[in-house]
């Protein structure tokens, strides 16, 4: 127990308990996980390898996207192969709490020589010449959204396109979008893009036991589900915005099982100092220059 008195949790106030879950907690959650699959909440593994397959495709017809869109700019044969090009997950599916007809929120990140453009006019068409027959059901673009999207359904996956255009000559399958120098000179549209995946990690890495977290969040969002008020544009949280109270309340006990978490959301949240931020880690100056929200002087993203 000393050794996790010293331990350096995350979060910007120390825990409120480092309590370990006793016999009954741990009951409390295997019925609560076996409740959750009585629900339906969990796909099954078949439909799960489906995804994953339907992933990587996306992955193999985003290379060729940027292949042949560089074709068609002149590039030379070599910038044309080190291209590159690599999608990134994020919303339910990064966070593991996607169930069964759940979509996938998926971002297509390329090298700076490719526009928002070329998105809309070569991805559908590449998408219908790599893709195996019938394997395409629906497809929309949608070009003048806040975050322009593409939607899809892929071998009976739906999927969510959006795009992100960074300042690199070169886009690996390597890269990893967590340093925020990558951010710099892009438009807002490119940052609403990135942003989704950014924050998906960014969550997944302040919470403890991810886990927990994850079977928690599943059953918060079940709740929010069943009783209307899980939606951004009926004015309730979204899955971000649900996904971030559940994990602060993780950062405060950070060794108790879901069941418990599940107790402590209500008791914590309910009693909320609103419009007071709920917040998962400590504000940090970055790269770029940004109006950080306070809420003594913003309300609803309005000056007072």
Known sequence: MAAQQGRQWPGVTPPISLNLPTNSELTANDALIAELKRQNNFEGIEETERRKATLQSIQKITIEFVKHVSRRKGLSASAIDTSGGKIFTYGSYRLGVYGPGS????????????????????????????????????????????VPIIKLEFSGISIDLIFARLNLASVPLSLELKDSHLLKGLDERDLRSLNGTRVTDEILELVPQQKTFRTALRAIKLWAQRRAIYANVMGFPGGVAWAMLVARVCQLYPQATGSVIIGKFFRIISKWGWPQPVILKHIEDGPLQVRVWNPKVMYFGIDV
């Open 103 to 146: 979509d996938i929120d998926t971002l297509v990140v390329v090298p700076k020589h490719i526009v928002r453009e070329d998105f809309f006019k070569d991805f559908p068409a590449i998408i219908e010449k790599m893709a195996p027959p019938g394997a395409i059901e629906e497809m929309t673009p949608v070009s003048d959204a806040f």
